[in-house]
T-cell receptor, first 111, second 117 residues
Framework: EAQVTQNPRYLITVTGKKLTVTCSQN?????MSWYRQDPGLGLRQIYY???????DKGDVPEGYKVSRKEKRNFPLILESPSPNQTSLYFC??????????FGPGTRLTVL | AQSVAQPEDQVNVAEGNPLTVKCTYS??????LFWYVQYPNRGLQFLLK??????LVKGSYGFEAEFNKSQTSFHLKKPSALVSDSALYFC???????????????FGKGTHLIIQP
């Protein structure tokens, strides 16, 4: 089944404790993105990647890192999480300038 | 800069009635336009898109949308609403000339659609 998977689905952590949210797609898509969803703000892009080893900042990249060492994986790294990063995070992939396929989401709470 | 406006936070419709969820956009070039739906505790699912061609686009679950270039709108419609259509709907736009696929997609803030039995 074609899909985007994210892990973990739920995470509660404390300020400053490094964490990684994994994202994997099995559709051989070149393009992958990370978004955060906050009430009243819709989805905002954090980072995107157009191919292996090619990443760039989206609209709200501060406090986040990404890497794209393999085509299928695009992990999101929070080196020192803060409470304002409490949010719902989505990973997405797409074959090009077209429809994006979204993962199920990761709900992160930073205390 | 491109932008998307969904002017209604919530739309209430009785089951069986037609529904419209509004979306207007702003891009410097020609737009790619999308509608996505999000059910509770789920990721976003693609509904339909406009790239080029016929202004009336048909998508999943009986939804359709009409691209209106002069009004810069892309309203989502359905002739007869179902209770199961209740969800959060997002409009998104990308400038056709903004480059690769993942960058440059701007989402609206979302509209809660509530279908009352």
């Amino acid at each position: 089944e074609a899909q985007v998977t994210q892990n973990p689905r739920y995470l509660i952590t404390v300020t400053g404790k490094k964490l990684t949210v994994t994202c994997s797609q099995n559709m051989n898509h070149e393009y992958m993105s990370w978004y955060r969803q906050d009430p009243g703000l819709g989805l905002r892009q954090i980072y995107y990647s157009m191919n292996v080893e090619v990443t760039d900042k989206g609209d709200v990249p501060e406090g986040y890192k990404v890497s794209r060492k393999e085509k299928r994986n695009f992990p999101l790294i929070l080196e020192s999480p803060s409470p304002n990063q409490t949010s719902l995070y989505f990973c997405a992939s797409s074959p090009g300038a077209d429809t994006q396929y979204f993962g199920p989401g990761t709900r992160l709470t930073v205390l | 800069a491109q932008s998307v406006a969904q002017p209604e936070d919530q739309v209430n419709v009785a089951e069986g009635n037609p529904l419209t969820v509004k979306c207007t956009y702003s891009v410097s070039g020609n737009p790619y336009l999308f509608w996505y739906v999000q059910y509770p505790n789920r990721g976003l699912q693609f509904l339909l898109k406009y790239i080029t061609g016929d202004n009336l686009v048909k998508g999943s679950y009986g939804f359709e949308a009409e691209f209106n270039k002069s009004q810069t709108s892309f309203h989502l419609k359905k002739p007869s609403a179902l209770v199961s259509d209740s969800a959060l709907y997002f409009c998104a736009v990308r400038d056709m000339y903004s480059g690769g696929g993942a960058d440059g997609l701007t989402f609206g803030k979302g509209t809660h659609l509530i279908i009352q039995p």
